[in-house]
């Protein structure tokens, strides 16, 4: 772990919001900075004594055994991505963090636009700024950085906890976990592949000054039976071992988004949702009386938004590949 006196007195994190958020979201519980600002406080609020087992599984480990080594002030600006303002300086900040949003990443707003030619110069260019996305964040992620298609998911509405079948490499980043619990809200969802010239239904986006980075550079961590691309973490080498090793993670689920907050979403989007989505959404939501698994993800980001670093207990020479 780095000694504490090299790194920065205070995380700086650049949230970029790429959705207006509706009024009574807000009214009920905060926009969208707020959520993220809470994601992490609640994350540091855990106990970090009388260690309690998170589950039964023997080869978990215990978050709480991890927190006190990289406790840290911090402090998020927020960007209105959706009005096209960006940071001019990213070198000023620890991390990126790209919000969800009820847009859709192949939409043709200027804003979208310029969000992903940020993208791909701030991950081709500035290595060392660790860059998150959450949802349509992870999309675009997806699609600018690394040319993944995103689309349309045949197989339908997320919406809800779900579980995330997590493979090794999502094994090694959330502790030893089998799987992880968390809140979906998407229809559009990215693929496995980087998307062949023969294979493309519309015309590229403009050629990009900075190439994306080769697909094979991002690598899958978990899956639903639904959606096969649940997130993507990318190296900055061959191999996975601690949080250093990470320069890229994107999650398709909301970890800053809570079963309350799931149920609102539902009504206050009911309108643009199918029926049947909608009417199976409400079951999921009402259905689940367990934890949800917000606090591994939250983990992860905080590291990486603060430049902080923990070993992997499950750590292996993992090679950039999707597995």
């Keep these: 772990m780095p000694s504490t006196d090299i790194l920065p007195p205070r995380a700086k994190i650049a949230l970029l919001i790429c959705d207006p958020t509706k009024a009574e979201f807000i009214t009920a519980y905060g926009n969208i900075t707020t959520l993220f600002t809470a994601l992490y406080t609640n994350l540091l609020a855990r106990p970090t004594t009388g260690l309690v087992e998170l589950t039964s599984d023997s080869k978990s480990t215990h978050i709480e055994s991890i927190l006190p080594g990289v406790q840290m002030p911090f402090d998020i600006e927020e960007f209105s991505a959706i009005d096209g303002h960006l940071p001019a300086d990213i070198d000023a900040y620890t991390s990126v963090i790209v919000s969800g949003s009820a847009c859709g990443v192949n939409d043709k707003e200027p804003w979208i636009q310029k969000l992903k030619k940020f993208l791909r110069d701030t991950a081709t260019l500035h290595p060392k700024v660790k860059l998150m996305g959450i949802c349509f964040g992870h999309q675009i992620i997806s699609r600018a950085v690394f040319d993944l298609p995103v689309k349309a998911n045949p197989e339908g509405w997320e919406i809800g906890p779900y579980k995330i079948d997590l493979n090794e490499t999502g094994k090694v980043l959330f502790l030893g976990k089998e799987s992880l619990m968390i809140e979906m809200f998407h229809h559009d969802a990215a693929e496995r592949d980087a998307m062949s010239d023969a294979s493309r239904t519309s015309k590229p986006d403009t050629k990009p000054a900075v190439t994306?980075?080769?697909?094979?550079?991002?690598?899958?961590?978990?899956?639903?039976?639904?959606t096969k691309n649940q997130g993507i973490v990318c190296?900055?080498?061959?191999?996975?071992?601690?949080?250093?090793?990470?320069?890229?993670?994107?999650?398709?689920?909301?970890?800053?988004?809570?079963?309350?907050?799931?149920?609102?979403?539902?009504?206050?989007?009911?309108?643009?949702?199918?029926?049947?989505?909608?009417?199976?959404?409400?079951?999921?939501?009402?259905?689940?009386?367990?934890?949800?698994?917000?606090?591994?993800?939250?983990?992860?980001?905080?590291?990486?938004?603060?430049?902080?670093?923990?070993?992997?207990?499950?750590?292996?020479?993992?090679?950039?590949?999707?597995?």
């Design 212 to 226: 994306p980075l080769k697909a094979s550079r991002s690598i899958i961590w978990g899956s639903t039976e639904k």
């Design 235 to 323: 190296l900055t080498g061959d191999t996975l071992n601690s949080v250093d090793d990470i320069h890229i993670f994107t999650s398709q689920g909301h970890p800053e988004v809570t079963k309350e907050m799931a149920a609102t979403l539902v009504d206050l989007f009911e309108q643009d949702i199918d029926k049947n989505a909608v009417k199976e959404a409400r079951k999921l939501i009402a259905a689940f009386e367990g934890d949800l698994d917000q606090d591994y993800i939250a983990l992860l980001m905080w590291a990486l938004s603060t430049g902080q670093s923990y070993v992997f207990p499950t750590a292996s020479s993992l090679k950039t590949s999707s597995s």
